[in-house]
């Protein structure tokens, strides 16, 4: 299929052929009819990827802000490789549409294949012959409204969530700044409920428009007497609500709100202002600023978009899906009309022309749509090599599923370090991320379909980079299918899961590997040879200063396993690993959710293992990111050693100290999939043991068990 991309780097339209995505549970598949080219928006989108690197910068001081976070956590060679994927992956376009239902996912009701619907959203209802789109992001369409105007249902609902956030009441009088696509659409709206309304914008010919679109009465910034022309149409009263749709980078809107607002008025930002509140003048008047959240209560909530939890109605009655219900309803009864804010419209295949228009300053440009044919069929395969350049032996020929930022940053940069193998095929539901990534790695095919890797017979071995949730799922199909698997950590999420893959492992000709690198780290394989004969039980000291993600970040979704089991797996399976035997008593405690810990994930573990060596994990995101991530101190047989992040070491005896300090941070990644390659290569057993993977996932499982129920657990 054909979708539309912004190139972060050049900032040039890409056009391409991409595989659709795929079907899931909480949504459905839609072949586009009509998509909406927002020129304000995307034309930002645009300008900012001609920017140079100085410049981004300078836009987005976050991003900036990350990138140091990354360093001290990461290192630079590491945060670099995230930074080079992030700049590199292409931006999808568009996030207003309109089409039909070509399939249902699980849990998705009133909603039928060969239905009409609006859709919504970044990254879903993008420019692109078939989407995906989550059940609350999408809206059927009314039968008497047309699909060109259905495609601005997104936008309509943008204007609309400006005018509930104004809490007007019955004969209050409105102005708008900006009368672009969503303050014509706001004009509309407004006067369909009956609001008289001003209208002010920098071009004049849209004021015109507006005119004769309903506007009471308008002005022209920087040419009219707009505040002669408020007090005449308010009786010198001033304007009751005044929403700014304009965009711009500077404060103008802001100041000309504040101008003709009345007295206890009530200023909306909606567009992308600078916002330098003169408080001097909001306190003369006692105005209300307030801004609008895109379309909607819901959004920016992945719980809603994603997830498909709706709001109750008794409790939010406006979400972002309800504003879309009644920017659909107000077309369906003919109270507005949309049909010429749609100025122009495009094929796909046109869609270079149709940004063209966007920069193009001597024609009036509002929505512009690009067009779609619904009767072509769509190949989830898409072979960029032939399969007789893969037909040699002499390497291990590797399938991955759903690469992502950890695949792009850490396992593919290692993969590259390794010799005698290929990545011969890549399984996303992006389309674009896995084009471009065959692309560079030189891949036979790429798919949507990850069912077509785990049948792929030239395939020896699987690395899968999903989400946690879809770790067991995949690692038990492919094991049924005799695979060799890499699965990222952690394996599965309960103990039913893991008791299920053991036994479909125990039988299966396919090897099983899960991320568990640190184990193959350098200093603790020093470690391991180091204490490997000592005389004495361990005791280990294992601390982690995580420093909290983004409060939405999806590892902190239990349904994800959260952050402990996600990911002190990998420090619990370390101390197994060190000490060489089973755990046999459990105790953790979790600081509980509230105040300012908004996770269960600070905790302190006490593992007893079943040779009397002792292990404590020290996990925390209460500091910050100035104190290295991870240290480790290791006592037994007289010795100490000391591991500080993977980078410094020393191991101190009773008359010297040995340093065993790195240039350059390992964590393991690099040996760990030599290992495994090395084994299938030699057919010998994975280097984890299924036992090892079966302890370590026990444990973590039985650390949240003992935490939340207040106990030590015996094993």
Known sequence: MKQAFQNPKSGELELEEITPPRLKSGGVLVKNIFSLISAGTERNIIELSKKSLIQKAQERPDYVQ?????????????????????LGTSIALGYSSAGKVVGVGDGVEGLRSGDRVACAGQDYAS???????????????????????????????????????????????????GLGLLGQLALKMLKAYGHPVLGFDVDENQVKFAMENGLDMGGVIGRDNLKSMTDLFTDGRGVDAVLIYASTKNDDPLKLAVE??????????????LTNIPWRDFIKKELTYCSSRSYGPGRYDPNYEEGGHDYPLSHVRWTEQRNMEEFLRLLADKKIDAKNLISHIFSIDQADQAYELIFKGDQLVRGILLSYNLEKDHSDVIRLRTAAEYASQEFIKIGLISPGAFATSTVLPHLKELKDIKLVAIA??????????????????????????????????????TRHSAHAKIVKEALLLDKNIFIEKPLCLNEKELNEIMEIAKNSKGRLM?????????????????????????????????????KDHWTYDLKEGGRIIGECCHFVDTLQFLVGSKPKRIFASVIPVGG??????????????????????????????????????IYGDGK????????????????????????????????????????????????????????????????????????????
């Open 66 to 86: 990350k990138f140091i976070m990354l360093i001290k956590t990461k290192g630079l060679k590491a945060a670099w490789q995230v930074a080079q994927s992030k």
């Open 127 to 177: 420019h692109a012959e078939v989407i995906y789109v989550p059940k609350n992001l999408c809206v059927k369409i009314p039968d008497n409204v047309s699909s060109d105007e259905a495609a601005l249902t997104t936008v309509g609902a943008i204007a609309l969530q400006g005018i509930r956030r104004a809490n007007l009441t019955p004969g209050e009088k409105v102005a708008i700044v």
């Open 260 to 273: 003709v607002a009345r007295d206890g008025g009530r200023i909306v930002q909606i567009g992308n202002i």
């Open 428 to 465: 996303s539901n992006k389309g674009k991320l896995a084009k471009d990534l065959g692309e560079k790695w030189g891949v036979e095919y790429i798919t949507s379909d990850y069912k077509k890797l785990l049948e792929d017979k030239n395939l020896d071995l699987i690395i899968c980079t």
């Open 514 to 550: 899960v991320g568990f690198n640190r184990r193959f780290s350098h200093h603790f394989e020093v470690a391991k040879t180091e204490f490997s004969k000592s005389n004495t039980p361990l005791m280990i000291l294992y601390r982690i200063n995580f420093g909290s993600l983004d």
């Open 596 to 633: 300012a810990v908004s996770h269960e994930e600070d905790t302190v573990i006490n593992i007893e293992y079943q040779n009397n060596s002792l292990g404590n994990i020290f996990y925390s995101a209460l500091g910050n990111f100035r104190l290295p991530k991870e240290y480790i101190e």
């Open 640 to 715: 100490i050693m000391v591991v500080d992040n993977f980078k410094d070491g020393k191991i101190i005896y009773a008359n010297k100290t040995k340093k065993v300090g790195l240039r350059h941070q390992d964590k393991g990644f690099t040996k760990e999939f030599e290992a495994f390659i090395d084994a299938i290569k030699n057919g010998q057993p994975s280097p984890i043991s299924l036992e090892e993977i079966y302890w370590s996932h026990l444990t973590i499982f039985k650390i949240m068990e003992a935490a939340r129920e207040n106990k030590i657990i015996n094993l």
